[in-house]
C-alpha cells in the first residue's frame, strides 16, 4: 500500500501546494487568518453544492501545540520527587487499611492514574482563600481521596495515626472513604463518591458564583470551580446533562478535568471506540473549551517528524482496546501493533528500544502538559474548559494493575511489583522494611518540604480545607410574621399561599431579604409565585435583550442580572444542585443565603433523591418546599403527579427537619424556627414542607400553639361533654387535618364521642424524639424512664386514629409510642386523576372513614358494640368489598 493509498490522497501534489499556502498564512498572518480563510472556502464549497461534513472533533493529538505550551515555571524534579512519596503514601495506607481487615476497601489505581493532575493543580492552581478571594472550590474524584489524604500527610495536615485508620471512622480517629464533609467537616469541601453528582453540583456552583458576582453580593474575582471526574463517569447523565448550562452561561470560572484513562471498573470505557472523541464532540457542541492534553513529550519528536500526517492517523484510527493493550502488553507489542501497521511508522521508531517505545509517555503523566493545558483552562476567555488528560489506569504498578482490566479493585501490589514500584518512584525505603509499608515523610527542613510549602504558601495555604462556620444572621421574629399567624378573614386560600406570604415577608427583610434566593423549575405560576418575577426579577448573565410580550402588565416577565430568582427550567435536578451551591455558600463562600426551591412535590426526592442525600453529607442549610402535595389534593394529575411519600424519602435524611403543616400559622413557625436554626444557631440542617392546593379560611394561631408545632403536634380542639363516657384521639396532618377535624364534629355530635383533635406537623419529628427516647431509656434501664413527646400529649386518653394524604407508613412511624389501639389510614396504592371528594373516599381517608376507623378501634377496646361501627358503614354507604386500593 502506498502512502497516497493509505491517507486517501488521489493528487498529492495538489494537496502540497493547498497546505503550503495554508503554512504561509499561519506563519505570516496568524492563526485568525487562518480560521477566517478555512471558514470563507466552507461557505463556498456549501455555495457551491459541495457541503463540508461537519466537524466538531479534532485529531487525535493535544489541542496545544508544543511551541505554544505555557512552560511550567516549578522545579521539575523536585515535584516529581513530591508526587512520588505522595504515590508511595497513598499505596501504603490502602494496603495497611487491607492488612487490617480486608473488607475495608480503598482504591489505588484512579489516584496513580491521576497522581500529576492533581500536583500540578496544588503546586500551581489551586488557590486557598487569601482574606479577600474565598478559596478555589475543587471537586475531587471520590476514590482519588487517598492521593488527597497522602499529601496532607506529608504538609503535616494529618497523622500518622489518622492515615492508619483510613476508612475507619467509628472512633473519630479515622479518615472518610471519599470525600464527605459531614465525616469530615473541616476538610473535604464537597461529596463526590456518587459518580455524576460532582460534575453536575460543579456547575451550578460556577453559576451560583456568577449570580452572586452579577448581584453585586460578592466579588469572586478570577475564583475558579475545578470538578474532577472519571471518563468512565461521563456515562452518568448527571455529569453532563448540565454542561449546555454551563456553555450558555459562559461560565468561564469553571474547569473540568476528565481523567481519561480509558477504563471504568469493568474494563474499558470504549473499547470499540474513542471515549476522548466523543467527550470532544460533546463539550465543544455545548459551547466549552476543549484542551486535549492526551500526549507527553516523548511524543513530540514523533509528531514533529510526521510531516504527512500518517502517525496522527494510525492515532484517529486506533480504538481506546488497543489503546489499553499498548499498556498493559508492553514497547514491542506496541511497535508490531500500532506502528507496525504502515511501513512508514515502523521506520520512524527503528532506532528506539521497545523501552523506549513503552516510554512514550501520555499526556496527563506529563507534568509540561499539563501545566499547560490548566494555564490555558485558567484564560477568563468567556468560555468552560474541560481538559481531556489521557493516563493509564494503574500507571506505576506493573504486571499487578497497569491497564489490567482488574486495575479497579486491586488493592494490593505483590512483593515484585512493590519493590519495582519503589524503585521507579525512587523511595528510600530499604528491602526489610518495605513489607512493613512505612509511611515516608520527608524531614521538615528538607528541601521537599521547603518546597512544598513555599508553594502551598503562594497560593494561601491549605487545600483541601472547609469552612465550619459562618456569620450568624439575625432572623426575623415571629412578630414579623404577625399577618401570618392571623386568620384570613374568612378568604379561603392554599397552605401553598401562605407559605408563598411568608416568603414574600422574608425577601421583604431589610436585614436578610438579599439573601433569600426563590429557585423554580418552571412552576412559578403553579404556585401562584409570578408576582415575584416583575418584584425581584429573574436573573439573568446578560439581562433581558428582549421586550417581554407582557411588559405592559404589572407581573411581567422580568430577566436581569440582578435578578433574585433563579429559574432553572424544567430541570429539578439543576435547580437542585442551584439550591445546594446556595445552601452550602455560608462555607464555601463565607456569605450565608437562604435558598427556597418549591417544587412539585412528587419531582422531588425520588427523583432527585442522591442530590438530597448529597445536600444532606454536604450540612447545606435551606428550604425545599414540595408543593402540591398529597396523594388526593393534587387530584386531577394523576398517578405520576400525586405524591403521597416524599416525606419518607425525607425521613432518611438524618439532617432532613420535615413538616406537613395545614395551617397558615404553622408555616410561619415552622419557617421561622429552621432560620432560626440554621442561620442563626447555624445547625447544620436543611428544611422540608409540603404544601397544598386546597383551598379553605385559615384560623388564627391557638396561644401557645408554638412548641408543639415545632415538635410535631398539638392539640388543636377539644371537643368534651362529661355526660359523653368515651373518647378518641384524632391525628391529622396536611389539608386531611381538615378531614379529621370533620369527623371529630361527627363522632360528637350524632355518636356522643368526645375527643381531641391534634394537628400533626411532623410525623417524622415525633418519630426521632421518640426513637432517641426509647435509645435512652435502654440505656438507662435503673433510671426512671424518659416519657416521649407523643405518649406525653396522648397520655393514654382513648384510641387513636390518624389520617394524612400520605401513605399509611408516614403515620404509622409513631406506632411504638402509642399505648392504646392505634388505626391509621393513609394513601398506599397508585395515585389516579378524579375529584378530591371521589380520590378520598377512594384511599379510605375522609370524615367517614375517620368516624368508622373510630367507632372501629372503640369496638376493638370493648367500648362499644361492633354493630355501631356495621351500621355506620352502611349509614355512609361504604361498600364492605371495595377492592383494597393497594391492589387497584
Ligand atoms: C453512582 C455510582 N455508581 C457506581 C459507583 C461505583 N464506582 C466507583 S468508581 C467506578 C468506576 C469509575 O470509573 P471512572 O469514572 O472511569 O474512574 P477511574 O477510576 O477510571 O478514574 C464505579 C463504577 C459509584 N461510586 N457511583
Ligand atoms: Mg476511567
Not at 505570516?28 to 463540508?52: C, F, H, S, W
Not at 439543576?574 to 450565608?592: E, F, H, I, V
Request: with cysteine; charged share 25%.
Amino acid at each position: 500500500m502506498t502512502e497516497q493509498h493509505i491517507l486517501n490522497d488521489v493528487d498529492p501534489t495538489e494537496t502540497k501546494e493547498w497546505v503550503d499556502a495554508l503554512e504561509s498564512v499561519l506563519r505570516e498572518e496568524g492563526p485568525e487568518r487562518v480560521q477566517y480563510i478555512l471558514d470563507r472556502l466552507n461557505k463556498e464549497a456549501t455555495k457551491a453544492g459541495a457541503p463540508m461534513p461537519a466537524s466538531i472533533t479534532t485529531s487525535y493529538r493535544n489541542t496545544i501545540s508544543p511551541q505554544d505550551e505555557k512552560p511550567l515555571p516549578g522545579d521539575l524534579f523536585m515535584e516529581r520527587r513530591i508526587r512520588s512519596i505522595i504515590r508511595w503514601n497513598a499505596l501504603a495506607m490502602v494496603m495497611k487499611a487491607n492488612r487490617v481487615d480486608s473488607t475495608l476497601g480503598g482504591h489505588i489505581t484512579s489516584f496513580s492514574s491521576a497522581a500529576t493532575l492533581y500536583d500540578i493543580g496544588f503546586n500551581h492552581f489551586f488557590r486557598g482563600g487569601d482574606g479577600k478571594q474565598e478559596a478555589d472550590m475543587v471537586f475531587f474524584q471520590g476514590h482519588i481521596s487517598p492521593g488527597i489524604y497522602a499529601r496532607s500527610y506529608i504538609e503535616g495536615r494529618l497523622t500518622d495515626e489518622q492515615l492508619d485508620n483510613y476508612r475507619r471512622e467509628v472512633d473519630g480517629k479515622g479518615l472518610s472513604s471519599y470525600p464527605h464533609p459531614w465525616l469530615m467537616p473541616d476538610y473535604w469541601q464537597f461529596p463526590t463518591v456518587s459518580m455524576g453528582l460532582g460534575p453536575h453540583q460543579a456547575i451550578y456552583q460556577a453559576h451560583v458564583l456568577k449570580y452572586q458576582q452579577s448581584r453585586g453580593l460578592i466579588d469572586h474575582g478570577d475564583r475558579k470551580v475545578w470538578a474532577f471526574l472519571g471518563d468512565g463517569e461521563c456515562d452518568e447523565p448527571e455529569s453532563l446533562g448540565a454542561i449546555a448550562l454551563a456553555g450558555r452561561e459562559k461560565l468561564d470560572n469553571l474547569i473540568f478535568v476528565i481523567n481519561c484513562n480509558l477504563q471504568r471498573l469493568d474494563g474499558p470505557v470504549r473499547g470499540n471506540g474513542k471515549i476522548v472523541q466523543e467527550l470532544e464532540g460533546v463539550f465543544r457542541g455545548a459551547g466549552w473549551n476543549v484542551v486535549k492534553c492526551l500526549w507527553g513529550r516523548h511524543w513530540d519528536p514523533l509528531f514533529e517528524k510526521d510531516t504527512k500526517g500518517l502517525l496522527l492517523k494510525r492515532m484517529d484510527e486506533v480504538c481506546d482496546g488497543e489503546l489499553q493493550n499498548y499498556k498493559a502488553n508492553g514497547g514491542a507489542y506496541t511497535r508490531e501493533h500500532f506502528f507496525g501497521k504502515y511501513p512508514e511508522l515502523l521506520e520512524m521508531v527503528k532506532d528506539m528500544s521497545d523501552d523506549d517505545i513503552m516510554n512514550l509517555n501520555r499526556g496527563g503523566h506529563d507534568p509540561y502538559k499539563v501545566y499547560a493545558a490548566y494555564a490555558e483552562a485558567s484564560k477568563n476567555d468567556g468560555r468552560p474548559t474541560v481538559v481531556l488528560a489521557q493516563t493509564v489506569k494503574g500507571y506505576g504498578m506493573f504486571k499487578a494493575a497497569e491497564a489490567q482490566n482488574t486495575a479497579h479493585q486491586t488493592k494490593k501490589l505483590d512483593e515484585e511489583s512493590l519493590s519495582m514500584f519503589r524503585d521507579k518512584f525512587g523511595i528510600p525505603i530499604s528491602d526489610e522494611e518495605l513489607k512493613d509499608l512505612p509511611y515516608y515523610r520527608p524531614a521538615d527542613d528538607s528541601p521537599e518540604m521547603k518546597y512544598m510549602r513555599a508553594r502551598r504558601s503562594e497560593l494561601h495555604g491549605a487545600f483541601p480545607a472547609r469552612r465550619k462556620a459562618s456569620e450568624a444572621l439575625e432572623v426575623p421574629s415571629l412578630e414579623s410574621f404577625k399577618a401570618q399567624l392571623q386568620n384570613t378573614k374568612g378568604r379561603e386560600i392554599s397552605s401553598t399561599m401562605a407559605f408563598v406570604r411568608v416568603l414574600n415577608n422574608l425577601v421583604k427583610d431589610k436585614k436578610i431579604g438579599h439573601r433569600v434566593v426563590p429557585i423554580v423549575a418552571d412552576e412559578a405560576r403553579t404556585f401562584g409565585m409570578e408576582g415575584m418575577f416583575r418584584q425581584l426579577g429573574i436573573y439573568s448573565a446578560v439581562g433581558q435583550r428582549y421586550t417581554p410580550h407582557d411588559h405592559t402588565q404589572i407581573m411581567y416577565y422580568k430577566e436581569d442580572t440582578k435578578g433574585q430568582i433563579l429559574q432553572e427550567g424544567i430541570n429539578e435536578a439543576g435547580a437542585m444542585s442551584a439550591w445546594l451551591a446556595c445552601a452550602t455558600s455560608y462555607s464555601n463562600s463565607n456569605y450565608p443565603m437562604i435558598p427556597v426551591y418549591i417544587y412539585y412535590s412528587m419531582f422531588g426526592f425520588q427523583r432527585v433523591g442522591d442530590l438530597a442525600y448529597a445536600a444532606g453529607d454536604s450540612r447545606a442549610r435551606g428550604f425545599l418546599i414540595g408543593a402540591t402535595a398529597g396523594r388526593t389534593t393534587l387530584n386531577g394529575e394523576g398517578l405520576q403527579h400525586e405524591d403521597g411519600h416524599s416525606h419518607l424519602l425525607a425521613g432518611t435524611i438524618p439532617n432532613c427537619v420535615s413538616y406537613d403543616p395545614t395551617y397558615s400559622y404553622e408555616v410561619a413557625v415552622i419557617v421561622q424556627d429552621g432560620m432560626r436554626r440554621m442561620y442563626q444557631e447555624q445547625e447544620s440542617v436543611f428544611y422540608y414542607l409540603t404544601v397544598m392546593n386546597e383551598n379553605y379560611a385559615h384560623e388564627d394561631m391557638p396561644e401557645g400553639a408554638e412548641e408543639g408545632i415545632i415538635k410535631g403536634m398539638y392539640k388543636l380542639k377539644e371537643h368534651t361533654k362529661k355526660a359523653n363516657k368515651k373518647q378518641v384521639q384524632l391525628l391529622g396532618s396536611g389539608v386531611i387535618l381538615r378531614e379529621v377535624e370533620a369527623a371529630a364534629e361527627m363522632l360528637f355530635n350524632d355518636y356522643g364521642i368526645n375527643s381531641n383533635v391534634w394537628s400533626v406537623t411532623s410525623f417524622n419529628e415525633l418519630r426521632r424524639d421518640g426513637l432517641d427516647v426509647e435509645r435512652w431509656n435502654l440505656l438507662h434501664p435503673e433510671a426512671t424512664p424518659r416519657a416521649n413527646y407523643v405518649s406525653d400529649c396522648l397520655n393514654g386518653a382513648g384510641p387513636v386514629i390518624a389520617s394524612t394524604d400520605h401513605v399509611k407508613l408516614f403515620a404509622d412511624q409513631i406506632r411504638p409510642f402509642i399505648d392504646s389501639t392505634f388505626s391509621v389510614l393513609g394513601t398506599d396504592g397508585f395515585g389516579r386523576s378524579d375529584t378530591r371528594e371521589k380520590l378520598r373516599h377512594f384511599f379510605e381517608i375522609n370524615r367517614y372513614w375517620v368516624v368508622v376507623a373510630s367507632l372501629k378501634a372503640l369496638a376493638d377496646d370493648g367500648e362499644i358494640e361492633a354493630s355501631v361501627v356495621q351500621e355506620a358503614i352502611v349509614k355512609f354507604g361504604l361498600d364492605p368489598e371495595k377492592p383494597n386500593p393497594v391492589t387497584c
